[in-house]
């Protein structure tokens, strides 16, 4: 009888085992099926980033095959500006040396203030007509002035 219940016994410890390890192996098999599905998904969206980055290279390529379209248009019209630019300065030229009166128009003297004018900077803004104004570098009247006019000893310096 004890021989029996040995029996019995071990016959009840392989069950439990057998249990045991069919548990593990299913949960091996589940483990294993998750990490399929997760490389499958992985492996979809890896593929979904290559076909995103060909879109945005073939954009590119699109994109910069136009700018080269646009630039070379650009470089013909500018092309076409200059030629047109040396077509006048010649002529103006021509005109100048051919003509008396316009050799004697072009070598008049520009008066006082136009010829200030052209010597100062170039302003930019309306800071820098400020500044220049406050320096006392506005034009000056031709004639005498009148009563409301501004002088310089008149100036509110605000810097």
């Given amino acids: 009888m004890t021989l029996r219940i040995g029996v019995i016994l071990a016959a009840v410890i392989a069950l439990f085992g057998g249990v045991?390890?069919?548990?593990?192996?299913?949960?091996?098999?589940?483990?294993?099926?998750?990490?399929?599905?997760?490389?499958?998904?992985?492996r979809d969206e890896a593929k979904q980033q290559v076909?995103?980055?060909?879109?945005?290279i073939e954009d590119l390529k699109r994109s910069a095959a136009e700018r080269d379209a646009q630039q070379k248009?650009?470089?013909a019209s500018r092309s076409k500006v200059e030629s047109e630019l040396a077509r006048l300065h010649d002529d103006y030229r021509r005109i100048l040396n051919e003509s008396p009166e316009a050799r004697e128009w072009a070598d008049?003297?520009?008066?006082?203030?136009?010829?200030?004018?052209q010597t100062g900077?170039?302003?930019t803004g309306a800071c820098g007509f400020y500044q220049r104004m406050s320096d006392g570098d506005a034009l000056q009247t031709s004639c005498n002035g009148t009563d409301d006019e501004w002088r310089p000893?008149?100036?509110i310096d605000n810097r």
């Fill in 20 to 42: 045991y390890y069919v548990r593990g192996l299913q949960a091996d098999v589940q483990t294993a099926q998750q990490a399929e599905r997760d490389a499958k998904q992985s």
């Fill in 51 to 56: 076909a995103n980055r060909d879109q945005v």
């Fill in 73 to 75: 248009q650009l470089e």
């Fill in 108 to 117: 008049t003297r520009l008066p006082a203030d136009i010829a200030r004018l």
């Fill in 121 to 123: 900077a170039a302003i």
């Fill in 153 to 155: 000893e008149q100036r």
